[in-house]
């Protein structure tokens, strides 16, 4: 039997997970949901096995549905995952989870305690490029893993209520964690709010491993460059992941820090 999903929220990326969800091998999209019917009307003719809906509540009654699909704005998340988990169903949300750490905790808990499938949409660990990352680190080619940094920056959507951290963020924080495979010892972050009172758009943050790794991100919808990059810097060898590379996105330097000679005194 297919697992029978619905998916909730269409707007902007929303329909990249139906389509994918509706082409893969096991799945059947069995619900397209959107409060915003003009928006249900935009893929009515791509999903014609498919009922479409504006309440959530029908995919949450329907006991044929295993899991739902959550692509709605970030304060809604919580709410509608809590509520998909009470109906007994899996729940795959987009990122992030939550706008709150208690919020999230009590979701994994109550995900736990109804024995459901709770995942979030961290893609970028998915990524064959990621991956690469991760085979070298573990695989020790880069030596000691010293620090590492990433850059996502652009002249991008201007979220009106979620700020740069919390909208890609996730996706830096999820490659780091993976990375390094340790939990933060130490988190900070810093941001200013220039376009709207309150939702930074620029955020830098550090976050430090128990084994002296250390992690730095540099967040912003506000900035001339178009940056999707990972750096890890190793005492053999430095990686660079860039997404904005459409043939080599990973490069390896073959360069690691440079001995001191005798002879420089
Ligand atoms: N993984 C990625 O790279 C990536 C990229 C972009 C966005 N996202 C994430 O996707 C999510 C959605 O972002 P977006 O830009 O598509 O948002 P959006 O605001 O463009 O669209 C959200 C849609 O949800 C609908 N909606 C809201 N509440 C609803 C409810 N209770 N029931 C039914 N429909 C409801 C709205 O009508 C709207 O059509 C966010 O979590 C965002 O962070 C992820």
Not at 61 to 90: N, S, Y
Not at 142 to 150: A, Q, T
Not at 207 to 229: A, C, E, N, Q, Y
Request: proline residues 6%; contains cysteine.
């Amino acid at each position: 039997m297919p697992i029978s999903i619905g998916v909730v929220g269409m707007n902007y990326w929303g329909p990249n997970l139906a389509r994918n969800f509706d082409r893969m091998q096991g799945c059947r999209l069995a619900w397209v949901c959107d409060r915003d019917e003009a928006v249900l009307d935009r893929h009515r003719s791509s999903y014609p096995n498919s009922t479409f809906t504006p309440r959530y509540e029908d995919l949450l009654e329907d006991e044929t549905l295993d899991a739902v699909v959550i692509a709605t704005p970030v304060p809604t998340h919580a709410a509608l995952t809590r509520m998909a988990l009470d109906a007994g169903k899996d729940a795959f949300v987009e990122k992030p989870l939550a706008l709150t750490g208690a919020d999230a905790h009590q979701l994994a808990e109550l995900a736990d305690a109804r024995g459901r499938v709770l995942m979030v949409d961290h893609l970028l660990v998915y990524h064959p490029a990621v991956q690469k990352l991760k085979d070298l680190v573990d695989a020790g080619e880069l030596g000691r893993v010293f620090y590492l940094y990433g850059n996502r920056q652009n002249l991008g959507i201007v979220r009106p209520d979620e700020n740069a951290l919390w909208s890609l963020g996730p996706h830096d924080i999820s490659v780091m964690l993976w990375l390094v495979g340790e939990r933060p010892s130490e988190v900070s972050a810093s941001g200013e709010s220039y376009l709207q009172p309150g939702v930074e758009d620029v955020v830098f943050g550090r976050i430090k491993f128990p084994s002296g790794v250390i992690g730095h991100l540099h967040l912003s919808w506000l900035d001339p460059h178009k940056m999707r990059k990972m750096t890890v810097i190793g005492s053999e060898r430095m990686v660079v992941f860039d997404d904005m590379e459409t043939e080599r996105k990973v490069t390896i330097y073959d360069k690691g820090p440079i001995p001191r000679t005798g002879a420089l005194g």
